[in-house]
């Protein structure tokens, strides 16, 4: 498993580099025996038109170009491709919003009544009012903010405010993301004795799983709030309850993911083991756990983004609190809709960059482990 | 039980007790499409210092005979002793080291921590550990690439270290299952002679399974001639070559009798089937 998808990756790397050094080389030589040997170009590079003369140069610029092409481009595309449709969105979404406000200054605006505004569709008040559209990316509330909106208001309530300050982004993102990882260290405990459980006990293999499912199966949203009301009716208020309900969401695929992985060893393995007369114990230490390591990272990876989850909601009952699920939900009662953006984006940022810290030391591990990554 | 008949088989000392002996040994896999008769009434003795092949085609229960030995399949009746224990006794005396078809060497290990397994778990001083790994490495010819990784090996020398994995303990049996079945002849060959050398200088008792006439030939010193549907042995053939067996022996004559001797033994064994 580890070997094939390894293998893919390393094909992929070397693909690409000797790709463009052998290109380079073979226009090198063609160039050479195109000179010297005019007529048996094609037995020496099988491509003949690398041969043609400023060949090399072409090709390498080509390829250069090619592998830039095959990276960021694509990416810049699907970004700005996305960019622009948002934008474009926003102009049918806030037009509503951006005429109402520009009558009540008192600017021109088609129709005159806001009833007559309100029944017409959002192209028609476009097409009557074009100039508003322009505003429509630059109101205070909108239903849509525009991008860079969003990215002003995180960089003014990240940078511009102390990190203290209970205005800034970054003590919000901190609050959720303690929560988090005390949660996901909880959920992930839990989530390996389980498994480890279910595979070395016939009761618990039979018991275990349905109500693992049937937890899953209930909305988060639902118990949240019990969660929360119930703990802190028994003093216990802040980062716990919401680490609990960050727990009860990451352990599950941690669950899933170690009892495959440590069931991943084949037959073979387990009778070889049984030979040299191997307790239940070494055949763990030894064969199990190692070989569960791959499962254990792709486990951990949705565990961690499923604990950012249950944090944000486990803020949302605490009402004006700390943290990101405070900030969406204050700015959902104000109509703060940058503000909802902005602490969406930050969840976003805060879960992958858990998600990429375990993508690397997923990598280091494996290496150390001596298997190719 | 008498538990303290611990092998006999230190050096010098040549007990007349068999090393593996098989009484009337049956044993029925119960299927879905009802029973299958890997094995029916097996009578077999292997005595210290033996090199016994089974020979056979497939589901003749050459296999399961040798997993049987090694405790690994339950047999259905019928007696059968490891060293004067029964084979579960055997196993948790370690009194064998078993190689399977396909190395299985663990990826997460260097060659020398695949080796060092059998070691950990079963209580070796870490200083003897690191001896008996450079040995049995030696023993292979595998010399120097104890810290590489098995991915970094090729398959013939991925099965020599799961042949010297199954020598680093003190086991004087080794139980091979088609060691050499995934690899080419040129490989094979030269495995095969070095598997010679290795017998004639450790003194081990060798349950060798292979479907290769030439192979078990050229290897045993006892051939095990076995057919399908029930399992059962047809022939047992006590090889009249000598113990000095250079890869060109194969072309001899006597060489040639005893392969022609195990091939009537399996079209005997055949009956209809062909």
């Given at each position: 498993?580890?070997?094939?998808g390894?293998?893919?990756?390393?094909?992929?790397?070397?693909?690409?580099?000797?790709?463009?050094?052998?290109?380079?080389?073979?226009?090198?030589?063609?160039?050479?025996?195109?000179?010297?040997?005019?007529?048996?170009?094609?037995?020496?590079?099988?491509?003949?038109?690398?041969?043609?003369?400023?060949?090399?140069?072409?090709?390498?610029?080509?390829?250069?170009?090619?592998?830039?092409?095959?990276?960021?481009?694509?990416?810049?595309?699907?970004?700005?491709?996305i960019?622009?449709?948002?934008?474009?969105?926003c102009?049918?979404?806030?037009?509503?919003?951006?005429?109402?406000?520009?009558?009540?200054?008192?600017?021109e605006a088609?129709?005159t009544?806001r009833?007559?505004?309100?029944?017409?569709?959002?192209?028609?008040?476009?097409?009557?009012?074009?100039?508003a559209?322009?505003?429509?990316?630059?109101?205070?509330?909108?239903?849509?903010?525009?991008?860079?909106?969003?990215?002003?208001?995180?960089?003014?309530?990240?940078?511009?405010?102390?990190?203290?300050?209970?205005?800034?982004?970054?003590?919000?993102?901190?609050?959720?993301?303690?929560?988090?990882?005390?949660?996901?260290?909880i959920?992930?405990?839990?989530?390996?004795?389980l498994?480890?459980?279910?595979?070395?006990?016939?009761?618990?293999?039979?018991?275990?799983m349905?109500w693992?499912?049937?937890?899953?199966?209930?909305?988060?949203?639902?118990?949240?709030?019990?969660?929360?009301?119930?703990?802190?009716?028994?003093?216990?208020?802040?980062?716990l309850?919401?680490a609990?309900?960050?727990?009860?969401?990451?352990?599950?695929?941690?669950?899933?993911?170690?009892?495959?992985?440590?069931?991943?060893?084949?037959?073979?393995?387990?009778?070889?083991?049984?030979?040299?007369?191997?307790?239940?114990?070494?055949?763990?230490?030894?064969?199990?756990?190692?070989a569960?390591?791959?499962?254990?990272?792709?486990?951990?990876?949705?565990?961690?983004?499923?604990?950012?989850?249950?944090?944000?909601?486990?803020?949302?009952?605490?009402?004006?609190?700390?943290?990101?699920?405070?900030?969406?939900?204050?700015?959902?009662?104000?109509?703060?809709?940058?503000?909802?953006?902005?602490?969406l984006?930050?969840?976003?940022?805060?879960?992958?960059?858990?998600?990429?810290?375990?993508?690397?030391?997923?990598?280091?591990?494996?290496?150390?482990?001596?298997?190719?990554t | 039980?008498?538990?303290?008949?611990?092998?006999?088989?230190?050096?010098?000392?040549?007990?007349?007790?068999?090393?593996?002996?098989?009484?009337?040994?049956?044993?029925?896999?119960?299927?879905?499409?009802?029973?299958?008769?890997?094995?029916?009434?097996?009578?077999l003795?292997?005595?210290?210092?033996?090199f016994?092949?089974?020979?056979?085609?497939?589901?003749?229960g050459k296999?399961?005979?040798?997993?049987?030995?090694?405790?690994?399949?339950?047999?259905?009746?019928?007696t059968?002793?490891?060293?004067?224990?029964?084979?579960?006794?055997?196993?948790?005396?370690?009194?064998?080291g078993?190689?399977?078809?396909?190395?299985?060497?663990?990826?997460?290990?260097?060659?020398?921590?695949?080796?060092?397994?059998?070691?950990?778990?079963?209580?070796?001083?870490?200083?003897?550990?690191?001896?008996?790994?450079?040995?049995?490495l030696?023993?292979?010819d595998?010399?120097?690439?104890?810290k590489?990784?098995?991915?970094?090996?090729?398959?013939?020398?991925?099965?020599?270290?799961?042949?010297?994995?199954?020598?680093?303990f003190?086991?004087?049996?080794?139980?091979?299952?088609?060691?050499?079945?995934?690899?080419?002849?040129?490989?094979?060959?030269?495995?095969?002679?070095?598997?010679?050398?290795l017998?004639?200088?450790?003194?081990?008792?060798?349950?060798?399974?292979t479907?290769s006439?030439?192979?078990?030939?050229y290897?045993?010193?006892?051939?095990?001639?076995?057919?399908?549907?029930?399992?059962?042995?047809?022939?047992?053939?006590?090889?009249?070559?000598?113990?000095?067996?250079?890869?060109?022996?194969?072309d001899?004559?006597?060489?040639?009798?005893?392969?022609?001797?195990?091939r009537?033994?399996?079209?005997a064994?055949?009956?209809?089937?062909?």
């Amino acid at each position: 498993m580890w070997r094939t998808g390894c293998a893919r990756g390393c094909a992929r790397g070397m693909g690409t580099t000797c790709e463009g050094t052998s290109a380079k080389r073979m226009a090198r030589v063609g160039k050479t025996y195109g000179t010297l040997y005019g007529t048996r170009r094609g037995d020496r590079v099988s491509d003949t038109s690398i041969s043609a003369p400023g060949a090399a140069v072409g090709r390498s610029a080509r390829v250069a170009l090619a592998g830039f092409a095959s990276g960021v481009l694509p990416v810049l595309t699907v970004v700005a491709a996305i960019l622009a449709l948002w934008y474009a969105a926003c102009v049918p979404m806030n037009i509503h919003g951006t005429v109402n406000l520009a009558r009540q200054h008192g600017f021109e605006a088609m129709p005159t009544t806001r009833g007559e505004r309100r029944d017409m569709g959002a192209f028609a008040l476009i097409a009557a009012n074009p100039v508003a559209i322009a505003f429509t990316w630059s109101e205070d509330k909108p239903r849509l903010p525009a991008p860079h909106q969003v990215v002003s208001e995180l960089w003014v309530s990240t940078v511009s405010v102390a990190p203290t300050d209970k205005r800034s982004l970054v003590f919000h993102a901190w609050a959720t993301l303690s929560a988090t990882l005390v949660g996901f260290v909880i959920g992930t405990g839990l989530g390996i004795l389980l498994a480890v459980g279910i595979v070395h006990n016939r009761a618990m293999d039979m018991s275990v799983m349905p109500w693992a499912i049937a937890s899953q199966t209930i909305p988060i949203l639902a118990i949240a709030p019990m969660v929360v009301v119930v703990l802190a009716s028994v003093g216990l208020t802040g980062l716990l309850p919401k680490a609990l309900i960050s727990a009860y969401l990451s352990f599950f695929p941690v669950v899933v993911g170690m009892v495959k992985g440590l069931r991943s060893p084949d037959a073979m393995q387990l009778d070889l083991l049984k030979t040299y007369y191997a307790s239940k114990t070494q055949t763990f230490w030894k064969l199990r756990l190692p070989a569960s390591m791959p499962y254990l990272f792709a486990s951990l990876k949705i565990g961690a983004a499923a604990s950012l989850v249950g944090a944000i909601v486990g803020e949302l009952p605490s009402g004006g609190g700390q943290g990101l699920g405070a900030r969406l939900l204050a700015g959902s009662y104000y109509g703060q809709t940058i503000q909802i953006w902005s602490a969406l984006f930050m969840a976003a940022i805060v879960a992958a960059s858990v998600v990429g810290i375990i993508g690397a030391v997923e990598r280091v591990t494996l290496r150390r482990m001596g298997m190719r990554t | 039980m008498d538990g303290s008949t611990t092998p006999g088989t230190e050096a010098g000392i040549v007990t007349e007790a068999p090393v593996i002996e098989a009484k009337k040994l049956s044993l029925t896999f119960q299927t879905n499409d009802g029973p299958v008769h890997a094995l029916k009434d097996v009578n077999l003795r292997v005595d210290q210092g033996d090199f016994v092949s089974f020979i056979g085609p497939s589901g003749c229960g050459k296999t399961t005979l040798l997993r049987a030995i090694a405790a690994l399949e339950q047999p259905t009746s019928g007696t059968l002793t490891v060293n004067g224990l029964s084979p579960d006794e055997a196993r948790k005396a370690r009194a064998y080291g078993y190689v399977f078809q396909a190395a299985g060497l663990y990826p997460w290990r260097t060659i020398a921590g695949n080796i060092r397994l059998p070691l950990e778990i079963m209580g070796y001083a870490r200083s003897d550990m690191e001896d008996r790994v450079n040995k049995v490495l030696q023993l292979v010819d595998l010399e120097g690439f104890g810290k590489k990784y098995p991915w970094q090996l090729s398959g013939g020398m991925q099965q020599r270290a799961s042949i010297a994995r199954a020598l680093a303990f003190d086991a004087d049996i080794l139980l091979m299952d088609e060691p050499f079945g995934a690899l080419d002849e040129i490989v094979r060959d030269r495995l095969n002679e070095e598997l010679l050398s290795l017998w004639d200088r450790t003194g081990k008792t060798i349950g060798f399974v292979t479907h290769s006439i030439p192979e078990a030939v050229y290897l045993s010193t006892k051939i095990v001639v076995m057919s399908p549907r029930p399992g059962r042995i047809t022939d047992v053939i006590d090889s009249p070559l000598p113990k000095e067996r250079p890869l060109d022996i194969r072309d001899t004559a006597e060489f040639i009798d005893v392969a022609h001797r195990v091939r009537e033994g399996l079209r005997a064994g055949h009956g209809d089937d062909l």
